[in-house]
């Protein structure tokens, strides 16, 4: 187990702890079924166990990790019904800020593509979560509605892992902004009917690659 960097010292480490684990298990640094310890984690990051333990419960209630036989916890596995879960919510978001921004004709910074174009040619899984993020997050800004976004936010935990779950999957990578350029292209035109459609189609997309590829690896011997 390997972090990129200690954490600065302060008396309350927990934000942080559980941020730097969620990245790992974000990204696939920390893999389904990995072991983790409070010890090697408070080594790791250099902090004391009592922060590491707080973590590690929120973690728990998230469902990112898992009571394990004898000592540690186990990352939790991807479940293809929790995936199913977040996308059907995720793909109503999606639709409904689409659709309002489009009826704003409004513009997404194309910065944001084209960074999120060149960090996809990369290997910075973590990077291209926080680039793919930060375009919904646009989307959902250009609503005009910010409850789209802070109800986004309720279930950013799972939406973040299951983006990494996707990005890892080299082929979906410039198909993903791809369909972000054409979301953007028809919320700029003010084509709501085809802003909504395209921003359902792409997390049904996203679902559909995931839980394929969950369902390959679950037939691998």
């Known amino acids: 187990m390997s972090f990129t960097a200690k954490l600065p010292s302060r008396t309350n480490y927990v934000d942080e702890v559980y941020k730097v684990l969620l990245d790992a298990i974000s990204d696939g640094s920390l893999a389904p079924g ?29 469902g990112l990790v898992q009571d394990a036989p004898g000592r540690g916890v186990l990352i939790a596995p991807l479940d293809p019904q929790t995936i199913g879960h977040v996308y059907k919510i995720r793909g109503v978001l999606d639709e409904l800020a689409a659709g309002l921004a489009a009826e704003r004709r409004a513009r997404i910074d194309s910065e944001l593509i084209r960074k999120g174009r060149e960090i996809s040619t990369g290997d910075d899984v973590r990077a291209m979560i926080d680039a793919d993020m930060a375009f919904h997050r646009a989307v959902y800004q250009a609503s005009g509605n910010p409850l789209i976004e802070d109800s986004s936010r309720m279930h950013w935990v799972h939406l973040r892992r299951v983006m990494g779950g996707v990005i890892q999957l080299h082929g979906m990578r410039r198909p993903i902004w791809d369909e972000h350029q054409a979301i953007a292209d028809a919320i700029e035109t003010g084509d709501v009917a085809q ?20 369902g390959l690896d679950a037939a691998a011997p």
């Open 195 to 214: 802003a909504r459609q395209l921003a359902l189609q792409h997390t049904l997309n996203a679902s559909e690659n995931l839980l394929a590829r969950l």
């Open 34 to 62: 990995t072991r983790i310890t409070q010890e090697e984690v408070a080594e790791q990051l250099d902090v004391s166990r009592s922060p590491v333990i707080q973590a590690l419960r929120q973690l728990k209630t998230d």
